[in-house]
């Protein structure tokens, strides 16, 4: 590691212990949505009418619900509509994962650049998520989703870092070595003070922890499994792992040679995911 990697990285595991370490907080539009989600007694008209507010993430939802991947004969043209075929907890799931896509916006070019890769790959991993999640568990595929869309968003407050420290930014390998090494730390701690449940919260520490093993499938699994199907076909450091002892493969069902890209049907479902996402 090198010294600017290693002083980079002290001051952020210092800044996280002490708490002093500015965490992103959710775009307004998404705590109002998980506001609602959190009354039992909301309907589609009251979820309809806090979502109505950001035109930019209607015209989303609503696209998403005309999507291949979920559309049904009759297509859906209005807010309302599209909240009452997906379902309240799925919107709400659904609408706090898109709305971070404000977050992923930086001041410079280079962290500019760095946050749409970062969102891309994430948008990519949610769509495997979203598939391996319906045909292979009995999960929650919008939980999923959501899962793939903030298992990297521990990255956020390194690349703020990045923007003010122009020595960092420069050392383009020093910032990935720092986001690989920090980022999963980061991102727990950030879903917590977002009181995201247990189950997604722990995702973006332990979706590279390829030894673990719980007791039954969960979304961290799916993630994982999502992840290194991602890198399939490319020199990404994961394809060099021995897939067959990592213990996710067996808990989908999945066998770890499977690649889910030269099923046509998974392929399709796959290639529908990710473009609702975009």
């Known amino acids: 590691m090198s010294k600017l990697a290693e002083k980079v990285q ?25 506001e609602a989600a959190e009354d039992p007694n909301v309907g589609i008209p009251e979820l309809s009418k806090v979502i109505g507010n950001d035109a930019a993430l ?55 650049r760095k946050m749409r890769e970062v969102w891309n790959k994430s948008t990519e991993i949610a769509g495997i998520s979203h598939v391996l999640c319906r045909h292979y568990t009995r999960l929650m ?21 990045a923007e003010e420290h122009s020595e960092l930014l420069a050392d383009s390998i020093s910032l990935n070595h720092v ?54 076909g490319t020199p990404h450091p994961y394809t060099q792992l021995d897939w067959s002892q990592i213990p996710a493969f067996a808990k989908l069902g999945l066998k770890p040679d499977m690649d889910i890209h030269a099923d046509e049907d998974l392929s399709a479902a796959m290639d529908a995911a990710m473009t609702m996402l975009q």
Request: hydrophobic share 45%; glycine share 4%.
């Open 179 to 232: 986001i690989e090494q920090i980022h999963p730390i980061i991102g727990d701690k950030i879903l917590r003070a977002w009181e995201f449940p247990e189950v997604i919260a722990c995702v973006p520490s332990q979706y590279a922890n390829f030894s673990r093993n719980s007791a039954k499938v969960d979304y961290v699994d799916i993630v994982q499994v999502a992840t290194l199907q991602s890198h399939l």
């Open 10 to 34: 002290l001051d952020l595991i210092k800044a996280i212990d002490n708490d002093e370490l500015v965490l992103p907080t959710l775009p307004e539009v998404a705590l109002k949505v998980r």
């Open 58 to 112: 209607t015209a989303r939802i609503i696209k998403v619900v005309n999507s291949p991947l979920l559309r049904t004969n009759r297509e859906i043209t209005d807010l309302q509509m599209a909240i009452g075929r997906l379902g309240i907890n799925y919107t709400c799931n659904l609408a706090t994962g898109l709305a971070m896509e404000q977050m992923f916006q930086a001041t410079t070019d280079v962290v500019d």
């Open 141 to 161: 595929p919008d939980q999923a989703t959501l899962a793939g869309l903030v298992h990297q968003i521990g990255v956020l407050p390194i690349l703020t870092y």
